[in-house]
Every structure is written in structure tokens, then in C-alpha cells.
């Protein structure tokens, strides 16, 4: 059983900056990934960035340039840098962690809400 904790949400005015940090506890095995989600109000969940065990990031095109994903996984903690903030990436973001191989595993945390005013 892996638990996700995100901190580091809040209200921020376009053009600022956000850290958003995830902690993990429990075991998490290589060739897992873990990533930031987020949910605007009457939209679906979208991936924002994820990391691999072995480094490798994937980010959204609305993202690119702005944000930053780093950690490392073998600590469990990862980290979301978002710069040039805009309103349209006012979300609940979320942390994940998933594993496709044997022990499979997607386990999801709580959500931090993340608010950015013009």
C-alpha cells in the first residue's frame, strides 16, 4: 500500500510561481512512474508532467516551458515547479504513482487545490 501526500497549493496571481511536493509512503518499485494530474471545475483529469524511475519526464503541451517536474522516485518524493502561472491552470492537482508490471499498482493522493487569479 503506497499513500500519496501533496502540499504546496495555493492562491497565486498570474505570472507567479508554485512548488508543489509529493511524499510517498510505502514501497515503490522500479519502472514505476509517478506524476501531477490536475482537474479544473467540469472538466476531466489531465496529466500534467510525469517522471520515471529512470528519469525520464513527459509534460503536457500547455506546460512545457513553464513547468518542471523532478525527485527522485528511489525517495519517493517528487516536486512540481510551475512558473508563468496563468488562470487557466487553476486545478486541483493531484499526485500519482503506477506501476503496469507484477506488483501493479495506481494509487492516487488527496489533491491540492491551486488557484491562480488575473
Known amino acids: 500500500q503506497v499513500q500519496l501526500v501533496e502540499s504546496g497549493g495555493g492562491l497565486v496571481q498570474a505570472g507567479g510561481s508554485l512548488r508543489l511536493s509529493c511524499a510517498a509512503s510505502g514501497i515503490i518499485f522500479s519502472l514505476s512512474t509517478m506524476g501531477w494530474y490536475r482537474q479544473a471545475p467540469g472538466k476531466q483529469r489531465e496529466l500534467v508532467a510525469h517522471?520515471?524511475?529512470?528519469?525520464?519526464?513527459n509534460y503536457a503541451d500547455s506546460v512545457k516551458g513553464r513547468f518542471t517536474i523532478s525527485g527522485d522516485i528511489a525517495k519517493n518524493t517528487i516536486y512540481l515547479q510551475m512558473n508563468s502561472l496563468k488562470p487557466e491552470d487553476t486545478a486541483v492537482y493531484y499526485c500519482n504513482v503506477v506501476r503496469l508490471g507484477f506488483p501493479k499498482y495506481d494509487y492516487w493522493g488527496q489533491g491540492t487545490q491551486v488557484t491562480v487569479s488575473s
Open positions: 517522471i520515471t524511475t529512470s528519469g525520464t519526464t
